[in-house]
């Protein structure tokens, strides 16, 4: 199969879908990869390293949606790029469809099949190709949160981690997933005072073992989370029903009962956000002020550090992208039920139920849109 490479083009995205190991990997299996010219720069790989693994470098992205049949991408295709998508592409990258009706239109006329990353789902209900991209977001979710808290920058004027005789910040990670997990880590070691909310008692349970007593779980209720809320400087929302819009968790009428220029992170936004002020914003104006409240809501956190996160989203996809290659999209739906929960659009029909709720189109299971039979 010919896969090919574009350069990302959303607003401040600086990571790319193959590496030149990934390259390497698809070469040896028999395959050809087209790479666009510059696609790697951000990501401090340079042209001649993909060259060096048998990739081949083309001046723009026409070529490599003109050439390819699978095209690998990081972000969520941009309008000149579902203008260039046929009904013989392949289109593997995250699509977050759930927040963007507009999208979800364009790809289903493009006749593409589309297979997003954060639906890619295990038998464990977990989301391998969404968790490293969550490890990272987690982590500069807490980071970004401290920077803000700081006065020039509009925050309250308070240091995460206090000092000897004056109380550190008091922090809440509400959802404790992956992001949930890793930021109140970050806060942990950064001396905050942390408390974690969910509503799965299980997960809860994990949390508790992970922390080792070093911050609280709580049950997430409105009630108790409206309880801590006048305690709080830094929230940091990282719920997912998957594929699904998110929740609110936290509403504008809330907000007046927070400090004034306390901080909101919103990590969930690339599902249209968890609070109900939230949108979505860039690396280059990253937070805007509703009601006194900072929020910081960045759809592409882990855009910001791309020498991490195209190596850790690259190890992830990997595997996929070659046995995608290999064996072609349909005989990887019908053999693996990851793969088949990870298509959103196929045939022009929407193939991923939340979406097509969120969409008001008619849900069609993948396999009844490609008329492919499927054992189990
Ligand atoms: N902005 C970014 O750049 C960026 C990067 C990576 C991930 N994300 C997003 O972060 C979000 C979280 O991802 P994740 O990998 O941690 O997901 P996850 O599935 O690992 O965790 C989500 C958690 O939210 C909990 N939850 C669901 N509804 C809840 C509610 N009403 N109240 C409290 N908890 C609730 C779930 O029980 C679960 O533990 C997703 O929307 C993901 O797309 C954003």
Redesign the pocket.
């Known amino acids: 199969m010919k896969v090919g490479v574009p350069t990302e083009i959303k607003v401040d995205e600086y990571r790319v879908a193959l590496t030149p190991a990934g390259v390497r990997e698809l070469v040896d299996a028999g395959h050809e990869v087209v790479v666009q010219q510059g696609a790697g720069l951000g990501s401090a790989i340079a042209d001649e390293e993909y060259e060096r693994q048998g990739a081949r470098i083309v001046p723009d992205a026409a070529t490599v949606f003109g050439e390819a049949e699978m095209i690998v991408k990081v972000k969520e295709p941009q309008p000149v790029e579902v203008a260039m998508l046929e009904p013989r592409h392949l289109l593997f990258t995250y699509l977050?469809l759930a927040a963007d009706i507009e999208l979800t239109h364009g790809l289903a006329k493009s006749g593409a099949l589309c297979i997003a990353y954060?639906t890619v789902e295990d038998e464990h209900g977990r989301?391998p190709l969404?968790?490293p991209?969550?490890e990272?977001?987690?982590k500069i979710a807490t980071q970004a949160g401290a920077f803000m808290l700081e006065k020039p920058l509009g925050g309250r004027g308070i240091l995460l981690g206090g000092v000897p005789g004056v109380a550190a910040a008091n922090v809440m990670v509400?959802?404790?997933?992956?992001?949930?997990?890793h930021a109140a880590q970050v806060a942990i070691g950064m001396g905050a005072t942390v408390y974690a909310?969910?509503?799965?008692i299980p997960?809860l349970r994990e949390l508790d073992v992970a922390f080792g007593g070093r911050a609280d779980t709580c049950f997430?209720t409105t009630l108790a989370i409206e309880e801590r809320l006048p305690d709080i400087d830094l929230v940091i929302g990282?719920?997912?029903?998957?594929g699904a819009k998110?929740?609110h968790?936290i509403t504008r009428e809330q907000l007046g009962m927070m400090k004034r220029h306390a901080v909101l992170v919103d990590?969930?936004?690339?599902?249209g956000g968890c609070f109900e002020t939230s949108r979505a914003t860039t690396h280059t104006n990253p937070t805007y002020e509703v009601d006194g409240i900072t929020h910081y809501c960045?759809?592409?956190?882990?855009?910001a550090v791309p020498i991490t996160s195209t190596f850790a989203l690259t190890n992830a996809t990997m595997p996929f992208i070659l046995d995608l290659a290999t064996f072609g999209a349909e005989k990887c739906i019908v053999n693996s039920s990851r793969v088949r929960k990870g298509v959103n659009v196929a045939a022009g029909q929407v193939t991923y139920e939340p979406v097509a709720d969120v969409a008001g189109v008619p849900y069609v299971p993948v396999e009844e849109a490609l008329g492919l039979t499927v054992v189990a």
């Open positions: 977050h954060e989301l969404l968790a991209m969550s990272v977001a987690g509400i959802g404790g997933g992956v992001v949930g997990y909310y969910d509503r799965n997960r997430a990282a719920v997912l029903v998957h998110a929740p968790v990590v969930s936004i690339d599902q960045v759809a592409n956190m882990p855009g």
